[in-house]
């Protein structure tokens, strides 16, 4: 069975299993100074799931129209599903809520396993570059985290990176509680195996026991490990998420320009020298937008 990947930007990723076709978030629609990706929510014609990974506009917005074209079914956090609902008037026989935990069944020989996950702790200091190393914001309260993320919004919402942005986030935006909890997927294929999360934070306990073939990582951002902010770079965060996996390959993700003056491309070669050094037998594949990667299979 042949597995294709087909990356859409950020976190967005058209998974093909055979027949079967899998969103992994759906944000494609971004502001018009970002490159573009090669597809909008709107032309895509198939899909059979929407697996989303929290609530953010940059990974949900995108959703209700691929499940609106298409009929496919989106699978998310309470919080995902209730924004879908409520706001977008997603059918409710389309959504399913998960938390973690859930097995799901995709048909075709594919079944989902999530897992709870932890977003990146986009409440503290965040370096210039990957290899730069941060340190501190430890034990910071979630009250004030809350507070930093939420002064943050208020900058992208006003106007403080341009108009664009501005007038992009009042149409993308869904206000989530939070980013709603963020959720890590094992998809498992008869071809093998696929974690994919869509922000840079983790369980250690949960990922050390997964063990996938390919592992699918965002590379943005203060890295969050059980709960708190990384002490070190970005590249020695994910090479870590490495180690505990130890997939056959690894996919980055989250790392382009995606919503400039904000965002700028990540420069992959720090992240590609901590793999070399701690998991020499992992292959990082780096792919352009809407390329079909032969992924498994």
């Given amino acids: 069975m042949r597995v294709t990947l087909d990356w859409l930007g950020v976190a967005t990723f058209r998974l093909t299993v055979g027949e079967r076709v899998i969103f992994l978030d759906a944000y494609m629609d971004r502001v018009p100074a970002a490159p573009p990706v090669g597809l909008t929510a709107a032309e895509v014609a198939r899909a059979d799931y929407v697996l989303v990974g929290h609530s953010h506009f940059d990974h949900l917005w995108g959703a209700e129209r691929i499940a609106a074209r298409t009929g496919a079914t989106v699978i998310g956090s309470h919080e995902t599903v209730r924004l ?130 390919v592992a699918v990582l965002a590379a943005v951002g203060r890295g969050n490990v059980d709960g708190e902010p990384v002490q070190g770079t970005l590249a020695e965060f994910i090479a870590a998420e490495v180690e505990l996996l130890r997939p056959r390959t690894v996919v980055l993700c989250h790392h382009d320009d995606w919503m400039p003056p904000l965002t700028r491309p990540t420069d992959v070669a720090p992240i590609r020298h901590a793999l070399a050094a701690r998991m020499p037998g992992a292959r990082l594949v780096e792919m352009d937008y809407l390329a079909a990667y032969p992924i498994l299979g």
Wanted: glycine share 12%.
């Fill in 84 to 213: 879908l609902h409520d706001v977008d008037a997603v059918a409710e026989e389309q959504l399913i809520a998960v938390a973690g935990g859930e097995p799901l069944d995709l048909g075709d020989g594919i079944r989902v396993r999530v897992y709870p996950s932890l977003h990146s702790c986009i409440w503290a200091h965040m370096g210039a570059t990957v290899d730069e190393a941060c340190l501190g914001d430890l034990g910071v309260a979630h009250q004030e985290r809350v507070s930093r993320v939420e002064r943050g919004f208020e900058m992208l919402h006003g106007g403080a990176f341009g108009e664009e942005v501005a007038a992009h986030m009042q149409a993308s935006d869904r206000h989530p509680r939070s980013e709603g909890g963020s959720l890590a997927y094992l998809i498992e294929t008869p071809a093998g195996s696929i974690l994919w999360k869509d922000t840079s934070g983790h369980w250690s306990g949960i990922l050390r026991d997964l063990r996938p073939d």
